[in-house]
């Protein structure tokens, strides 16, 4: 059984979300743990996946509709867990009375088709660069391209 629970950077939640995100941004890709945790997470609404062995799986939304800092555990990857956070991050942007929601995808970083985007949402990369901003309306699905 999975859940997927929208919450906030609290005592209680903190911890799962910090575990998480050292894990796979400090331990697996070297990201340095002050520029993963910018002094912007209790301002964000999160999100976190658990499953019956715990929380394996935490994104963020910043007040603009930015969502980021997605990250699952290894042993989850590829069950669609990521496509989970962002949806349900998403659903809250609604919820909030968003216009829509961005981010930005790094595809040295996994997640690069992984957000069960339609097909014709998938990102295409500009060839300089590892970044592709995407933004998703919230009261669809549609995915539009910013900048290329």
């Known amino acids: 059984m999975n ?10 939640f903190a911890p799962r979300i910090t575990a998480i995100r050292r894990a796979v941004f400090t331990g697996e890709q070297g990201i340095d743990t002050a520029k993963d945790f910018d002094g912007q997470d209790p ?9 019956a062995d715990g929380y394996v799986g935490t994104g963020r939304m910043l007040a603009d509709g930015h969502i980021g800092r997605l990250a699952v555990l290894a042993p989850h990857r590829g069950k669609g867990l990521g496509a989970r956070l962002v949806r349900a991050l998403g659903e809250e942007a609604r919820r909030k009375g968003l216009a829509f ?18 097909p014709a949402a998938k990102p295409t990369w500009r060839s300089a660069s590892p970044t592709c901003l995407w933004s998703g309306y919230c009261n669809s699905t549609h995915v539009r391209h910013l900048g290329s």
């Open 3 to 12: 859940t997927t629970l929208i919450v906030t950077f609290n005592a209680q």
């Open 43 to 51: 301002r964000a609404v999160h999100a976190l996946v658990m499953v």
């Open 101 to 118: 929601t961005w981010a930005r995808k790094n595809r040295h970083r996994g997640f690069t088709n992984a957000w069960d985007l339609p």
